[in-house]
Nanobody
């Protein structure tokens, strides 16, 4: 079993920045793909970003491309999501997810085996 713990959420004004962290309870070398998802009130959970842990390959949702950056630190077993130019539409609970094997499509919720508890991001206008 793997535990994922997110942190770094909070309240920020539009145009501001936040960095989310996702710490894994075991070595992330055994979790070849990880991702960030978000869920706004009354909406379905949606894909935000993906990273291939060994290659560092990344994929982003169109809505965050150019504003968000996903990265990882293997020594710390931690994944990050740097969010800039935040908009009120980015308000949501952000979840990190991990898969035990490489699966596609990476934007689908059900290809991931483990989920964090979520961290709230609120962007005020």
């Amino acid at each position: 079993q793997v535990q994922l713990v997110e942190s770094g959420g909070g309240l920020v004004q539009a145009g501001g920045s936040l960095r989310l962290s996702c710490a894994a309870s075991r070595r992330t070398v055994s979790l070849p793909q990880m991702g960030w998802f978000r869920q706004a009130p009354g909406k379905e959970r949606e894909f935000v970003a993906y990273i291939n842990w060994s290659r560092g390959t990344t994929i982003y949702a169109d809505s965050v491309k150019g504003r968000f950056t996903i990265s990882r630190d293997s020594a710390r077993n931690t994944m990050y999501l740097q969010m800039t130019s935040l908009e009120p539409e980015d308000t949501a609970v952000y979840y990190c997810a991990a898969a035990q094997t490489l699966r596609v499509p990476v934007s689908w919720l059900n290809v991931y085996d483990y989920w964090g508890q979520g961290t709230q991001v609120t962007v005020s206008s």
